[in-house]
């Protein structure tokens, strides 16, 4: 079983940044495939970032150039660096682990993942 939990969510202004995080529990997070979602009210949940075990990363074409995804193995933590943010970014932000993951796979379907966090609340005001 993997916990993971999010934080570092809160209330910007358009154009500020945070810097969110997620704990994750277990002894082979090195392996985990780890991805970011976002879920708008009323809107499914959508894919914003993944990173694979060896460090490669992918974006959807909304946040990048703007989000960073990054991890600590050391820290069992991965990161999601958000910049000039957007009214349009606010949602829950989730974590997501994928065990037994390909070394250098990134995963951006919600279905792929075998753990979701409790997620956080980023609210980007005009």
């Known amino acids: 079983q993997v916990q993971l939990a999010e934080s570092g969510g809160g209330l910007v202004q358009a154009g500020g940044s945070l810097r969110l995080s997620c704990a994750a529990s277990?002894?082979?997070?090195?392996?985990?495939?780890m991805g970011w979602f976002r879920q708008a009210p009323g809107q499914e949940r959508e894919f914003a970032a993944a990173i694979s075990s060896s460090g490669a990363t992918y974006y959807a074409d909304s946040v990048k150039g703007r989000f960073t995804i990054s991890r600590d193995n050391a820290k069992n933590t991965v990161y999601l660096q958000v910049n000039s943010l957007k009214p349009d970014d606010t949602a829950v932000y989730y974590c997501a682990a994928k065990i037994s993951a390909g070394y250098n796979r990134v995963y951006y379907y919600a279905y792929e993942y075998d753990y979701w966090g409790q997620g956080t609340q980023v609210t980007v005001s005009s």
């Open positions: 277990g002894r082979a997070f090195t392996s985990y495939g």
